[in-house]
């Protein structure tokens, strides 16, 4: 595959689908780093579970991969879905790894044994779970974003 900037380009939209699954939040690894786009998925396309499959580097993986998935799943109150790829591509290029599956609350429901293994993580998505969450917690009714964005500066 070819990830010269060149060959590879941003989206421009926030994409989310209905399936058997529920409502599926489209994203790829570096989405990651714009929470933005997942309260978009969350608030305005409704999303359930959101996806993220990744090619993290090893470095910013160590740092970064769990505690962003989790928050996302944390603040969005969605499933969160995490397929990674593992290992060295070639001298300067090597991925985390660590595929995971996080529940609405923030808790690692599923992963592989390590962060290299190649498999599936299975977990049951009870979307039930995800509305009692988001009843308990009612953040949808008590954001305050859009009157922020709508704020002056001084």
């Known amino acids: 595959m070819d990830s010269s900037p ?3 380009a941003g989206g421009d939209t926030v994409v989310a689908v ?3 699954f ?3 939040g489209l994203t790829v690894c570096y989405d990651l ?3 933005e786009i997942y309260q978009c998925l969350r608030f305005k396309h409704k999303a359930q579970v959101l996806l993220v499959p990744s090619a993290f580097t090893k470095v910013t993986g160590e740092a970064h991969w769990e505690i962003l998935l989790r928050a996302r799943a944390i603040e969005t109150q969605c499933y969160v879905i995490a397929a990674a790829q593992a290992g060295k591509h070639n001298e300067k290029r090597e991925s985390y790894g660590d595929s995971i599956i996080i529940d609405p609350w923030g808790v690692v429901i599923a992963r592989l044994p390590d962060r290299l293994s190649t498999g599936f993580a299975v977990a049951d998505i009870d979307l039930s ?3 009692a969450v988001r009843t308990k917690m009612p953040i949808s009714e008590q954001r305050k974003f859009d009157s922020i964005l709508k704020s002056s500066s001084l």
Request: no cysteine; hydrophobic share 35%; charged share 40%.
């Open 22 to 24: 529920g409502r599926l």
């Open 6 to 8: 060149e060959a590879v």
């Open 33 to 35: 780093r714009f929470p």
């Open 18 to 20: 209905d399936s058997p």
């Open 129 to 131: 779970k995800v509305e």
